[in-house]
């Protein structure tokens, strides 16, 4: 089955990812995990409709970056995995932080490019980012209350 547009589209990802060991192909804009989830639910339904496995392993390693097999080795969700893991511990949600039930399931936004994360107003880091040996020129990711690029659990991508 030839699916117009949809084979060139996954071989786009594809190629950026071939560029990094964690074969991660999407940009490092806002919402970068969500990126990745749709990514995912992209090669899911391209594998059922086509037949076509050949991105199977591309798939389980976008899967693997969002439960923590990236740069900073944190997982992309709240609370997942429970115990022992490495999971954002101070979400970007006032209402979570006020009343101390944590957000368990929801996605944060994900990593950005450092030059979006530098030209932000408003933002500064309320403890020592415990991550900053992983930071980068390239992208940035924090576990920081304050922090409303990288770690705001949203909506959309936690649907």
Do not use: C
């Amino acid at each position: 089955m030839k699916l117009f547009g949809v084979h060139e589209n996954i071989e786009k990802v594809w190629a950026r990812g071939e560029k990094n060991p964690y074969h991660f192909g999407v940009p490092f804009i806002w919402y970068s995990n969500n990126l990745v989830s749709a990514f995912i639910n992209h090669l899911i339904l391209y594998e059922r409709m086509t037949g076509d496995t050949r991105y199977h392993g591309f798939m389980l390693e976008n899967r693997d970056w969002l439960l923590g097999r990236s740069p900073w080795g944190v997982s992309a969700f709240v609370g997942i995995p429970v115990e022992g893991g490495n999971i954002p511990l101070y979400p970007h949600s006032p209402p979570a932080d006020i009343t101390g039930k944590p957000i368990t399931g929801g996605i944060n936004d994900g990593p950005v490019y450092t030059s979006i994360f530098s030209q932000l107003k408003g933002l500064r880091l309320t403890r020592e980012d415990k991550y900053a040996p992983f930071q980068s020129d390239l992208a940035v990711y924090h576990d920081d209350l304050e922090d409303y690029s990288t770690n705001e659990p949203t909506l959309d991508g936690t649907a």
